[in-house]
């Protein structure tokens, strides 16, 4: 009995440790007998006791390097910094368990030659204006210099470009004067803007006094032209009502004298004799004669 607790003992120590639990986005390259034989995959797994052996546990998931700032010189002969970032994932677990020894260094060796290889053929300006050009032209010579050690380069960003302090004191003072010609540019730009409404706003207040002087000057006219229209139409009236009334020559003859007398008893030294006095006196003498008769009569 106590034979087979020590058997089970034994079998327990020797199998549970060969038992492989491979989770996920994770890779085991297994080896047998000292040569590659498979690689697991997530799952439950079981290898060979003192045979089989994991050589290699492999992560699947996309990594990120970022790699230490490396000296470059332009083609100008400028020494700069520059770092990189490479975001790469393994493809093949077994390339990249036999492939190359320590993949990290190699990729970062391999980034830093490749770095100084492409800024050696641009200048200064075309280097700080083309990190596009530069990422792009890194990430296809990586990804094809990778590809026997089962790596595959998804991006490459250089992350800083760090001239030398005399190249940034220059570039700064470019920038600073470069940012004071735009601002006298605005402030000129302003001010000719500025001059543009005031004289549109002067001739727009101009063009409002003349249209507003004109208007007066048509509705002064308008109404001097309508009292004179009234005037005339009352003295046509006038002349219609005398006509439809019909007043005799001798009445108005008449009215003529009285007026005449009114004007003889007045404080005026000065009397308009009328044309036609002569027959204002013959009317007098008839009306005097029929008078005279009336009284004999009684």
């Known amino acids: 009995m106590s034979g087979f607790i020590v058997l089970l003992v034994l079998i327990a120590i020797i ?3 060969n038992i492989k639990i ?8 297994i080896e047998r007998l000292g040569s590659y034989m498979t690689t697991w995959g997530n799952g439950l797994h ?24 490396q000296p470059v010189i332009t083609k100008d002969n400028v020494t700069m910094q520059i770092d990189t970032v490479v ?3 393994i493809t093949d677990s077994k390339l990249y368990t036999y492939g190359v020894e320590n993949p990290i260094s190699a990729i970062e060796n ?10 050696g053929e641009l200048e200064l300006d075309q280097t700080l204006t083309s990190r596009d050009i530069i990422n792009s032209k890194m990430r296809a010579i990586l990804d094809e210099a990778t590809d026997p050690w089962g790596i595959k380069v998804n991006r490459v ?6 001239p030398p302090r005399d190249i940034q004191e220059a570039m700064e003072k470019q ?30 207040s101009a063009i409002l006094r003349a249209e507003a002087k004109k208007e007066a000057q048509i509705r002064i006219a308008e109404g001097e032209a309508l009292a004179l229209l009234k005037m005339k139409q009352a003295e046509a009236d006038g002349i219609k009502l005398l006509k439809e009334s019909k007043i005799d020559e001798s009445i108005l003859t008449l009215k003529s004298f009285d007026a005449l007398s009114n004007l003889a008893n007045g404080q005026s030294t000065k009397i308009i004799v009328p044309s036609n006095l002569q027959d204002i006196a013959t009317l007098g003498t008839t009306i005097k004669e029929m008078l005279n008769d009336k009284k004999t009569s009684k």
């Not at 391999?110 to 800024?119: D, F, H, K, Q, S």
């Not at 960003?157 to 760090?162: A, G, L, Q, T």
Request: aromatic content about 6%; charged content about 30%; proline content about 5%.
């Open 175 to 204: 920038m600073r004067a470069e940012r004071e010609r735009r601002e006298k540019i605005l402030q000129a730009e302003g001010e000719k803007k500025s001059s543009i409404l005031i004289a549109e706003g002067e001739k727009e």
């Open 46 to 69: 079981i290898k060979i006791p003192f045979i089989d052996r994991v050589a290699s546990i492999v992560s699947l998931k996309e990594i990120v390097k970022d790699f230490a700032p």
């Open 22 to 29: 491979v989770p996920q986005a994770k890779a085991y390259v």
């Open 110 to 119: 391999l980034t830093a030659t490749t770095l100084r290889n492409i800024i």
């Open 157 to 162: 960003e250089v992350k800083n470009i760090i």
């Open 87 to 89: 975001y790469f994932q």
């Open 15 to 17: 199998v549970i440790p």
